[in-house]
């Protein structure tokens, strides 16, 4: 396993921006899928995006496509995700998440993911 840690949530108006950040804190990644999943009060676990740690492969969640941008910086061991015209439902607290599988592979699925952050909150405001 590996440890997370993310930062870069607060509170933004609709149609704002957030980029959240990950540092990504193991050794030999190149197996890992990375993810950023979501969670409202009283809503279970959502899948956002995934991102492949070797390859850079990438796979959003409709509801984010075209708004969000996921990305990695290896060198830094760092995960990001760039959240663009942001809406009231996005709302929510942001996780990043880890697991691993093949590498170049990604998932939705959330029971993959078998590392976790502590989370951090984005609010929108309307």
């Known amino acids: 396993q590996v440890q997370l840690a993310e930062s870069g949530g607060g509170l933004v108006q609709t149609g704002g921006s957030l980029r959240l950040s990950c540092q990504v804190s193991?050794?030999?990644?190149?197996?890992?899928?990375m993810a950023w999943v979501r969670q409202a009060p009283g809503k279970e676990r959502e899948f956002v995006a995934s991102i492949a740690w070797s390859g850079g492969l990438t796979y959003y969640a409709r509801s984010v496509e075209g708004r969000f941008g996921i990305s990695s910086d290896n060198a830094k061991n760092t995960v990001h995700l760039q959240m663009n015209s942001l809406r009231p439902e996005d709302a929510a607290l942001y996780y990043c998440a880890a697991g691993q599988l093949r590498a170049g592979a990604v998932t939705s699925r959330v029971s993959f993911y078998d590392s976790w952050g502590q989370g951090t909150q984005v609010t929108v405001s309307s």
């Open positions: 193991g050794r030999d990644l190149s197996m890992y899928v």
